[in-house]
């Protein structure tokens, strides 16, 4: 059992992730964290990501970005969406990045009203202009 192996605060994360009621903090998940990124399903992100909803807005968005930058889209999208609409962390990048997360799983209606949000709170920028167009593509290719 390499459960055993686990430092305490990563070993009470792991039975967390495994269904049992237990109290865990941010440290622990942090060694957790990478592993389930690197190894996991996209089913086994989620659940990670579900155990990370006690923390703070701005760690739910760390890590949603994390999860981006391995491009992986469900997963992504699933924190940015648990993420409150009146925190501090959702702002014209908040909503780029949610859009960008929406154009990937092609839910452009969705994404075009993310870029849209973010434009109204004055992040007018090229990478959104390259995403419509991209959006503008794929829907004429049909």
């Keep these: 059992h390499c459960f055993e192996l686990l430092p305490q605060e990563a070993a009470a994360v792991w039975e967390a992730y495994l269904g049992q009621q237990v109290e865990f903090f941010e440290d ?10 690197q190894f996991g399903d996209d089913e ?3 659940r990670m990501g579900e155990l990370a909803l006690g923390f703070s807005s701005e760690k739910l968005y760390d890590i949603a970005q994390t999860v981006m930058d391995e491009e992986r889209w469900i997963p992504a999208f699933e924190l940015l969406s ?3 609409g009146d925190s501090s962390v959702v ?3 908040f909503w780029t990045k949610t859009g960008i997360c929406l154009y990937h799983l092609k839910e452009w209606a969705s994404a075009e009203e993310c870029f849209t949000r973010a434009e109204d709170m004055d992040g007018v920028s090229s990478e959104i202009t390259a995403y419509r ?7 004429e290719r049909g």
Excluded: S
Aim: proline share 8%.
């Design 133 to 139: 167009v991209w959006m503008k593509e794929e829907t």
């Design 82 to 84: 648990r993420i409150p």
């Design 44 to 46: 086994q992100l989620i």
């Design 28 to 37: 622990g998940f942090n060694v957790v964290f990478p592993v389930v990124l």
């Design 91 to 93: 702002d014209a990048v």
